[in-house]
């Protein structure tokens, strides 16, 4: 079993309980691009140390993030640029209607002078381009969105900055709703991986580069970083070690390897540091459960024909749906089997002790009356049950909808053709699963072998054996779903194929000589 890292106190929440089970903090909201975008702001404040250990407290680190108030204001809050931009008035008068504008919503936090800009753009047209060429390459330009939790593509360190909330008066809050904590665990567990430091200096030379054309574009809109105050400490990831950390860290150097574009590559990291992040939820949800079996991903692959394989790929999905649900029950109720549980009960105080013991856990119950309810008189066992319902209400808001915000957001659930979602992953998600466990070209039932030795993906006959033995399924239409998945991967051009029983996937980035059967 690995070590696991004392908690150190969360003083916003009323309990520790998903946070001890999988850290502070997951969050349903904090989608996987949001959670890369997270974790550069903490690389981009450890350049000195990318991603080594430090010596914080709860196994933490420090970083001071970027807040680009005039960058993400001039992006995202400046609807009127292009009708200026278009109008047949002066240079000169472009310019005068454009800064009364700006002035009139402006936030008061280093965005009150913005006259540097007419010292950057030749003139105000080619002003405006900059902005149009760094807005459509945003991630969720056209959402609903405040402004300030919008984002543009991370094209070097001037571009990255964290959630805010900015209120009508201009005062700022980071409120953790988008940026919830989940890319500093991501940066944490890479941190902890194997060769989490070899991983770092290769993003330090290749994301951070100043002078790369796009960065400079966003520096010429920006100006100086706008740094927030003071150093702050990331979130709690309770193991010191896990295979899921060394497998993101293996995943991203296999991916930076490739004969690709930084900035193509990021979306492929994206993708399967999604998948990753998802498995490493469910696989400790299954942990904490005392379920020591892997986690399994039925997967079917879109037909039209309505077969089993779709029916066990949406029971897969509804069973790997309520595993935290139960792993928070467990959790909570393990403490009934703990040795100093019973050794309370030796004690001259027995129920002060063990719910003494219960506070040193789930900092909880409360000490200070500020809970609305009354815990004072209760029993411990009374206490435990309290504790489990109070836990499950709260888990359910945002923690136990990650499954499924996530699955869907990288692709890898649907609900096409079908009434139930299922595992179904899109062209998006297979072609980053090409790049990131092809190094070359692989036959293709060595790949669904590695596809489902890292990331728990059945869909062929052979990675489904337990579901044939157990008369499930039949091997016919497992058989199926495989030739589906290589139909769909020779339309992509990710397989070749050179005889009826040889098809080799390759990754086209690292495409090298020709294939021998």
């Excluded at 900015?166 to 904590?181: E, H, L, Q, T, V």
């Excluded at 400079?216 to 927030?228: D, M």
């Excluded at 139930?420 to 466990?437: E, F, G, H, M, Q």
């Excluded at 157990?470 to 199926?480: A, H, T």
Aim: charged residues 30%; negative net charge.
């Amino acid at each position: 079993m690995s070590e696991i890292i004392k908690r150190p106190e969360i003083r916003s929440v009323d309990f520790c309980v998903d946070e001890n089970i999988w850290g502070h903090r997951l969050y349903d909201e904090q989608l996987p691009h949001l959670t890369v975008l997270e974790f550069l702001g903490v690389l981009g404040s450890n350049l000195d140390r990318p991603l080594r250990p430090h010596e914080g407290a709860g196994g933490g680190v420090k970083f001071q993030p970027q807040r680009q108030i005039r960058l993400r204001g001039l992006l995202f809050n400046n609807p009127y640029v292009e009708s200026i931009a278009e109008s047949a008035n002066s240079d000169e008068e472009k310019w005068r209607r454009w800064f009364e504008k700006f002035d009139q919503g402006k936030t008061g936090n280093g965005d009150d002078d913005m006259s540097y800009l007419r010292e950057s753009f030749s003139s105000f047209d080619d002003f405006a381009k900059a902005i149009e060429l760094l807005r459509s390459s945003s991630f969720e330009s056209r959402s609903n969105k405040r402004w300030s939790s919008k984002f543009v593509f991370p094209f070097g360190p001037d571009a990255l900055y964290e959630d805010l909330q900015i209120d009508p008066r201009g005062k700022m809050s980071n409120d953790r709703r988008f940026f919830a904590r989940t890319g500093e665990l991501l940066y944490l567990m890479l941190t902890r991986a194997k060769r989490g430091a070899e991983l770092g200096d290769i993003l330090s030379k290749r994301l951070f580069d100043r002078k790369a054309p796009m960065n400079r574009l966003a520096y010429a809109l920006q100006g100086q970083p706008q740094i927030a105050d003071d150093p702050r400490p990331s979130g709690y990831l309770p193991e010191v070690s896990n295979h899921r950390f060394d497998q993101i860290c293996e995943d991203w150097l296999a991916v930076l390897e490739t004969d690709m574009p930084i900035y193509d590559a990021l979306e492929h990291l994206i993708a399967i540091t999604g998948l990753n992040m998802l498995l490493y939820f469910l696989e400790r949800s299954k942990k904490i459960s005392g379920d020591d079996d892997p986690v399994e991903i039925i997967c079917e692959i879109v037909s039209k024909e309505r077969t089993k394989v779709r029916a066990l790929s949406g029971d897969s999905y509804q069973f790997n749906q309520g595993l935290p649900a139960k792993a928070v029950r467990s959790y909570v109720e393990s403490i009934r089997l703990d040795g100093e549980w019973d050794n309370a009960a030796k004690g001259e105080f027995p129920d002060a002790e063990r719910v003494k013991l219960m506070r040193e856990r789930f900092q909880w119950p409360p000490t200070d009356g500020g809970d609305e309810e009354d815990y004072s008189g209760k029993s411990p066992e009374v206490l435990v049950g309290n504790l489990v319902e109070l836990a499950l209400a709260r888990h359910e808001q945002h923690v136990g909808k990650i499954h499924a915000s996530w699955s869907r957001a990288i692709g890898l659930s649907s609900r096409r053709l079908s009434r139930r979602t299922r595992y179904a992953p899109n062209d998006r998600l297979l072609k980053s699963l090409v790049v990131t466990i092809v190094k070359d070209r692989m036959q293709f039932d060595e790949f669904l072998t590695e596809a489902k030795r890292r990331y728990g993906l059945v869909i062929g006959d052979a990675e489904a054996v337990r579901l044939v033995d157990s008369k499930l399924v039949d091997q016919e239409e497992l058989s199926e779903n495989r030739a589906n998945l290589e139909a769909r991967l020779v339309g992509l051009g990710l397989v070749r194929m050179l005889s009826d029983s040889c098809s080799f996937v390759e990754n086209p980035f690292a495409f090298k000589g020709e294939a021998a059967c």
